[in-house]
């Protein structure tokens, strides 16, 4: 039972363009979202994260936002850079503070 | 250290061999973590750690998986009997406390292949 979905495996957007990841969830337990981002051969790394309590987050490029009535959030990179090309991954956790991840998007962006 | 530390990188084993994976989490981070990704798949979670104890383990595959952690530092998974499917990129993470503000700190993963 796949918790933390993102239906698209892959996306290319021109470098300047908007890009936007989504991911949608299943448990309601939810409360806390976070983004990471994944370079090949590397960890994953903490990109930004967003409460239940609030509807968006923004860190400068990176905004996410959530929509708790659809179970769905979105990051939204703004303007897109060639260095931003990477698996993203979208997390949830509850309070027990175990993170499920999805099964990432890769996004390619090109001159 | 500087960061989360996984030991080996690489490792090719045949199947029914035992194996063992190290992780060195960041000094003084409390709280562990072992995920695994199979190719083309997302990251699974299989067990995390609060100082040495597992609140968590329902994410271990099978009885052939086991992890342990000492010293609040250290953490080894070991996967007794390997089998093809347990071929992936095992990844350790490490955080300061509880999971309140994202920063989960990633090793580079320990690769396995189950021939």
């Known amino acids: 039972d796949q918790q933390v979905k993102q239906n698209s495996p892959s996306l290319s957007v021109q470098e300047g363009r908007i890009s936007i990841l989504n991911c949608d969830y299943t448990?309601?337990?939810?409360?806390?979202f976070l983004w990471y981002k994944k370079y090949p051969a590397e960890g994953p790394t903490f990109l930004i994260s967003?409460?239940?309590?609030?509807d968006k987050n923004e860190d400068g490029r990176f905004t996410v936002f959530l929509n708790k009535s659809a179970k769905h959030l979105s990051l939204h990179i703004v303007p897109s850079q060639p260095g931003d090309s990477a698996v993203y991954f979208c997390?949830?956790?509850?309070?027990?503070?175990?993170?499920?991840f999805g099964t990432g998007t890769r996004l390619q962006v090109f001159p | 250290g500087a960061g989360v530390s996984q030991s080996p990188s690489n490792k090719v084993t045949e199947k029914g061999k035992d194996v063992e994976l190290r992780c060195d989490p960041i000094?003084?981070?409390?709280?562990l973590y072992w995920y695994r990704q199979r190719l083309g798949q997302g990251l699974e979670f299989l067990i995390y750690?609060?100082?040495?104890?597992?609140?968590?383990k329902s994410g271990l595959p099978s009885d052939r998986f086991s992890a342990e952690r000492t010293g609040e530092s250290v953490s080894t998974l070991t996967i007794q009997r390997t089998q093809q499917e347990d071929s992936a990129v095992y990844l350790c993470?490490?955080?300061?406390?509880?999971?309140?503000?994202?920063?989960?700190?990633f090793g580079e993963g320990s690769r396995l292949t189950v021939l």
């Open positions: 000094s003084g981070h409390t709280a």
């Open positions: 993470a490490s955080s300061l406390w509880r999971l309140n503000t994202g920063e989960l700190f």
């Open positions: 750690f609060q100082g040495n104890s597992a609140p968590d």
């Open positions: 448990n309601s337990m939810f409360d806390y």
């Open positions: 967003i409460s239940s309590i609030k």
């Open positions: 997390a949830a956790s509850d309070h027990t503070d175990k993170l499920i």
